[in-house]
């Protein structure tokens, strides 16, 4: 699996749709596999949603998209790519055919062909649909002959028939370049883009950068505007990286507005070898949810969905023998150190808080893997304080980090035979508690 995709509440339940190949753990033959809940916590595997139709528009792949409420009927909207595509997509459409969303249509035209004229586009793709100004307006994510990067806006009110609308931002954006060009990530397309609005009337667009490979993720908080023609236009104030850590790509997002909150998934990749990955059988994951929130100064608000408490189990835990899936909670008012795994050659994987610095430090370092990116410690800022919080979530090789509410870290920390996972703490003033995350769901 990879990228997630139309994350959707329907008749009482989340709908989670992901790009998925059936057949082999490998990046191609894409189709949209699918997983529901009643609680964000226990999940049920259903069939493949849609799959792609020889000679069709999407019969090489059914990549990025949404899912959306066109009057009742739940229809995704999602890239299809055919044979010749060139990293130009058409914006297909497939309908639901039961409340239960287990059988879908294809619509046999795609609503777009490709980008609109004139307009020199290399990269154009994932389509994403929202509301603004009482009409429904969809983003794709774009990149351009010359290098820019930018979101294109199109009217959709009519999901059948397209308007481009402009553009919503690019790449020349005094904020929206400073923020895209994080070290080792300069990007000349951004794919996936997502936008939603806070309860406190902020706008969040969120893209990952694109430059031939995927790089990263970032954010931009600010304002959505219409222009003189009444289409939306994006105007950034802030922004940064959306997840600090190397293992987190292509983030799909749900504005739940009966529970007035949003959403967030993202795709974690594999960082081993691919002889491992194809000794294993299966490659990919996608992170927990997270609740999306901003903070006054513009920065992104960040936490597990509470939903995920209720994997714990019953009773919490100090120290000692780490199972494969738990829930740590770590509150420092001194420096402290907690150790998660510790390899035969006595090097640690840890985490270290420093309140009065307001910094939390991922030691990863002696957990080799196989994409060129290093593997030193990594450093997350919170506000300097009297106390410091820290939720870190493992499930197997899966383990994401939050600094407070201000910054999280995913990443892919693969256990060897010979590892000791143990909780240790160190420290004058801390307090930790660790819960054992129950089993999935076996249905």
Same mark, same amino acid.
């Given at each position: 699996m990879n990228d997630p995709n139309g994350p959707f509440h329907w008749r009482g339940r989340y709908h989670l749709f992901y790009q998925y190949n059936p057949a082999a753990p490998a990046h191609t033959n894409i189709h949209w596999g699918h997983a529901s809940s009643p609680d964000l916590a226990h999940w049920d595997r259903h069939r493949v949603a849609l799959t792609p139709t020889p000679g069709g528009p999407d019969e090489a792949g059914c990549w990025s998209g949404c899912v959306v409420d066109d009057d009742g009927v739940p229809t995704a909207v999602y890239s299809g790519i055919d044979r010749n595509h060139a990293g130009l997509s058409s914006i297909c459409l497939a309908v639901a055919e039961d409340d239960g969303l287990m059988d879908w249509k294809p619509v046999p035209a795609p609503v777009l062909t490709g980008p609109p004229p004139g307009f020199d586009v290399t990269m154009f793709r994932d389509p994403f649909v929202f509301r603004f100004g009482g009409r429904r307006w969809a983003l794709? =994510?774009?990149?351009?002959?010359?290098?820019?990067?930018?979101?294109?806006?199109?009217?959709?009110?009519?999901?059948?028939?397209?308007?481009?609308?402009g553009v919503l931002v690019d790449g020349r954006d005094p904020v929206a370049s400073r923020t895209a060009r994080l070290p080792g990530s300069a990007s000349t397309g951004w794919e996936c883009p997502q936008l939603w609005e806070t309860p406190g009337g902020d706008w969040v667009l969120a893209v990952a950068?694109?430059?031939g490979d995927p790089r990263a993720t970032v954010y931009l908080t600010g304002r959505l505007l219409a222009d003189a023609h009444g289409n939306p236009r994006f105007s950034p104030r802030a922004g940064g990286p959306l997840d600090h850590g190397r293992d987190f790509y292509a983030p799909s997002v749900l504005q739940h507005t009966e529970a007035d909150r949003a959403l967030l998934w993202g795709w974690s990749w594999e960082a081993r070898p691919q002889q491992d990955v194809d000794r294993a059988g299966w490659a990919g994951v996608l992170t927990a949810p997270r609740v999306m929130d901003v903070h006054e100064d513009g920065t992104l608000r960040v936490a597990p969905a509470p939903e995920l408490e209720l994997l714990r189990a019953s009773e919490?835990? =100090?120290? =000692?023998?780490? *199972?494969?899936?738990?829930?740590?909670?770590?509150?420092? !008012?001194?420096p402290a150190t907690v150790g998660l795994l510790r390899s035969a050659a006595g090097?640690?994987?840890?985490?270290?808080?420093? *309140?009065?610095?307001?910094?939390?430090?991922?030691? !990863?370092?002696?957990?080799? !893997?196989?994409?060129p990116d290093g593997s030193g410690p990594l450093v997350l800022r919170t506000p300097p304080g009297a106390q410091l919080a820290v939720r870190v979530l493992v499930d197997g090789s899966l383990l994401e980090l939050f600094a407070g509410d201000r910054a999280m870290a995913t990443e892919r920390v693969y256990r060897r035979p010979d590892d000791v996972a143990e909780l240790v703490v160190s420290g004058e003033d801390v307090q930790v508690r660790c819960w054992e995350q129950g089993p999935p769901n076996p249905a």
């Open positions: 794709v =994510g774009a990149g351009h002959a010359d290098g820019t990067p930018s979101v294109l806006v199109y009217d959709c009110e009519d999901l059948y028939a397209w308007r481009f609308a950068l694109w430059d919490p835990f =100090g120290a =000692g023998p780490l *199972p494969d899936a738990y829930d740590l909670e770590i509150t420092a !008012r001194s090097a640690e994987l840890t985490v270290g808080l420093d *309140p009065a610095d307001g910094t939390v430090i991922l030691d !990863r370092s002696d957990w080799p !893997r196989s994409r």
